[in-house]
Antibody, heavy 114, light 107 residues
Framework: AVQLVESGGGLVQPGKSLKLSCSAS????????MHWIRQAPGKGLDWVAYISSSSGTVYADAVKERFTISRDNAKNTLYLQLNSLKSEDTAIYYC????????WGQGVMVTVSS | DIQMTQSPSLLSASVGDRVTINCKASQNINKYLNWYQQKLGEAPKLLIY???NLQTGIPSRFSGSGSGTDYTLTISSLQPEDFGTYFC?????????FGAGTKLELK
């Protein structure tokens, strides 16, 4: 079965950095594009970034120049490097599979606060 | 960016009811429209992809329709486990965007 498990979240001060990971199993990770999608507490869903199977990337304007999506196919792992964090980045961050977004992980909480 | 306007934002219904949720895109999204269900504290679950394709394992009481800018999710006979929040999502063009959600609650 497809499984996606996020890790690396936590409480971080504004302006600081954090790196999220998403460990994938149950499918051929290297063959699929992957997304990061976030959800602020009590709010709707916001698409954040996408990386294709060939490592091409696309970002939402709100995170461009601050966040970097990457992947390590040998480790079946997706990453999101979050820099220059702002309070409005506080959210649950989900990784999700495929350009059509079929399977999601359970999410990891990132709280940006002083 | 493509704006997704979802309605209603809140829907009260009873078990056995037929319910519809609508999503209107600000431009043609060529049927690249998915529907997700989210329950409290859980990740979203894909129900329908590309307008009218039922995801594996999803009951047939869920169906989708639409074209161009207007799309609909229909639940033919509401079951107790169907209550939660529903989101539409367009993956026609970057940046991908979601509707604001419809909370389906028990009347």
């Amino acid at each position: 079965a497809v499984q996606l498990v996020e890790s690396g979240g936590g409480l971080v001060q504004p302006g600081k950095s954090l790196k999220l990971s998403c460990s994938a199993s149950g499918f051929t990770f290297s063959s699929y594009g992957m997304h990061w999608i976030r959800q602020a507490p009590g709010k709707g869903l916001d698409w954040v970034a996408y990386i294709s199977s060939s490592s091409g990337t696309v970002y939402a304007d709100a995170v461009k120049e601050r966040f970097t999506i990457s992947r390590d196919n040998a480790k079946n792992t997706l990453y999101l490097q979050l820099n220059s964090l702002k309070s409005e980045d506080t959210a649950i961050y989900y990784c999700a599979r495929k350009w059509t977004v079929d399977y999601w992980g359970q999410g990891v909480m990132v709280t940006v606060s002083s | 960016d493509i704006q997704m306007t979802q309605s209603p934002s809140l829907l009260s219904a009873s078990v056995g009811d037929r319910v519809t949720i609508n999503c209107k895109a600000s431009q043609n999204i060529n049927k690249y429209l998915n529907w997700y269900q989210q329950k409290l504290g859980e990740a979203p679950k894909l129900l329908i992809y590309n307008t009218n394709n039922l995801q594996t394992g999803i009951p047939s009481r869920f169906s989708g329709s639409g074209s161009g800018t207007d799309y609909t999710l229909t639940i033919s006979s509401l079951q107790p486990e169907d209550f939660g929040t529903y989101f539409c999502f367009q993956h026609n063009s970057w940046p991908y965007t979601f509707g604001a959600g419809t909370k389906l609650e028990l009347k």
